[in-house]
């Protein structure tokens, strides 16, 4: 039986994560400004089906693997702050262009949308820090099976980032609209993207928080 305050924990964090700008957002932005909501929704798919990896790995206790090797876990956020550093350039570079800028991108087939949906979400820093490290803090041994606590943990997180992906895939076309007829608004959407991202990776590199077995 979960904690009301485990629930709302994870909610929260979940929430604040998909708020955030991160490689998920700029894809399914992307890529529905590009081809569609279809497409945006397919991708999002896709994302959905990464997670459906991590919960299944954070069920199987691959926590534990990070608490007892703790290099592995080390190196994973180091590569990730260092991919959203990357990010965070791109964003602001000279020449950079804004994820909601009109941009010509080929026309993916369906298959290929889930999949990229489903590698982005794979490779994206935050939610394996957020499945390695947070959901587990939430998981209390005295009130049963601690891999239906991660399970029922990680479809809390996963409910809370579908709804709100949803809702920006179903509103990117038409705030890209919007931005696009204001230059000054879409070059400060940029910058302060590139600040969210550059921020987040300073944060999860400096971040002592360390994988507790699940």
């Known amino acids: 039986m979960l904690q009301t305050t485990a629930i709302l924990g994870v909610a929260a964090a979940a929430l604040g994560m998909v708020l955030t700008p991160g490689p998920n957002m700029m894809y399914l932005v992307s890529r529905t400004v590009a081809q569609g909501r279809r497409a945006g929704l397919i991708s999002l798919a896709g994302v959905a089906a990464g997670f459906g990896v991590y919960l299944l790995a954070a069920a199987v206790g691959i926590t534990a693997v990070f608490a007892v090797v703790p290099g592995l876990y080390l190196g994973l956020k180091l590569a990730g702050a260092?991919?959203?550093l990357?990010?965070?350039w791109q964003a602001v570079r000279p020449g950079g262009t804004s994820v909601f800028a009109p941009v010509e991108l080929p026309v993916?087939?369906?298959r290929r949308l889930f999949t990229m949906g489903f590698v982005t979400n794979l490779l994206n820093p935050k939610i394996a820090i957020m499945y390695m490290a947070l959901i587990p803090q939430f998981v209390d041994p005295?009130?049963?099976a601690l891999w239906l606590q991660s399970l029922s943990l990680g479809a809390v997180q996963i409910a809370v980032a579908l709804a709100v992906n949803a809702l920006i895939v179903l509103g990117a076309?038409?705030?890209a609209s919007f931005l696009t007829a204001r230059p000054l608004w879409l070059r400060t959407?940029?910058?302060l993207m590139g600040t969210a991202?550059?921020?987040i990776a300073i944060l999860l590199a400096t971040d002592r928080?360390?994988?507790a077995p699940a």
């Open 108 to 110: 993916d087939p369906a």
């Open 82 to 84: 260092g991919y959203l």
């Open 197 to 199: 991202l550059g921020t």
């Open 173 to 175: 076309a038409g705030l």
């Open 189 to 191: 959407q940029r910058y």
């Open 209 to 211: 928080t360390r994988p």
């Open 142 to 144: 005295g009130r049963g």
């Open 86 to 88: 990357w990010l965070a």
